[in-house]
Structure formats: structure tokens, C-alpha cells
């Protein structure tokens, strides 16, 4: 019953900053790791980072190297992303998620967000 909504999307111009948050209901977010997505119309689906129970954090993708990163808040049952240093490639729609395996970030993810949007673009 874990549900998850993101949020903080937007128009950005390029070099620019944007924080995204996935807050979790239905279940406590402390056991679970959440995955970042994100995909553009007629590309495959991307994915960016995850961040483990422990709060460990994977880096999935090297265009974002340095730029993203992921925290969270259990306490407010929120995951963090915080984009920097923004890129047209980076537009998308984001997504977070939750891993399939709970505490660790592996393959398979459920309890999908909706997404929000963001656009990089001068």
C-alpha cells in the first residue's frame, strides 16, 4: 500500500537548480530504498540514483555525475533530489520509486510515482 507523489518540477533555465521530493505515505519510508527515474518522450526510461535505507546512494547514470544527488528524510517520509548545473538532455519526466527487494537498491521497483515535469531550457 505504499504510495509515493513527486513534486518541485519545473522550468529551469540551463546551469540552473531544481530540488525534487518524493514523500511516501501508506507505510513508513525508514525500510525502504527509493529510487530516481526519468524519461523523455520516445526514449526508454532512465535510471538516475537510488538511495539504500542507510542512505547510501548509487549513481545509475554518468550524465549526472557530480550534479545529482539523493537524500531523504525519514522523519517527514521524504526523499530528496537535488539537481544541479541543469542540462537540456535533462529534461524529463521524474519519477521515484520503491525497491521491490525494500532496504536495498536493486533491480526491480514498485509503488510508482506519478511524476513531475521538468524542463531545461534557456
Known amino acids: 500500500q505504499l504510495r509515493l507523489v513527486e513534486s518541485g518540477g519545473g522550468l529551469v533555465q540551463p546551469g540552473g537548480s531544481l530540488r525534487l521530493s518524493c514523500v511516501v505515505s501508506?507505510?513508513?519510508?525508514?525500510?525502504?530504498?527509493i529510487g530516481w527515474f526519468r524519461q523523455a518522450p520516445g526514449k526508454e526510461r532512465e535510471r538516475v540514483l537510488c538511495?539504500?535505507?542507510?542512505?547510501?546512494?548509487?549513481n545509475y547514470a554518468d550524465s549526472v555525475e557530480g550534479r545529482f544527488t539523493t537524500s531523504r528524510d525519514n522523519a517527514k517520509n521524504t526523499v530528496y533530489l537535488q539537481m544541479k548545473n541543469l542540462k537540456p538532455m535533462d529534461t524529463a519526466v521524474y519519477y521515484c520509486?520503491?525497491?521491490?527487494?525494500?532496504?536495498?537498491?536493486?533491480?526491480?521497483?514498485?509503488?510508482w510515482g506519478q511524476g513531475t515535469q521538468v524542463t531545461v531550457s534557456s
Open positions: 520509486a520503491a525497491s521491490m527487494t525494500i532496504a536495498t537498491c536493486g533491480v526491480d521497483f514498485g509503488s
Open positions: 538511495i539504500d535505507s542507510d542512505g547510501g546512494v548509487t
Open positions: 501508506g507505510e513508513s519510508l525508514h525500510y525502504y530504498a
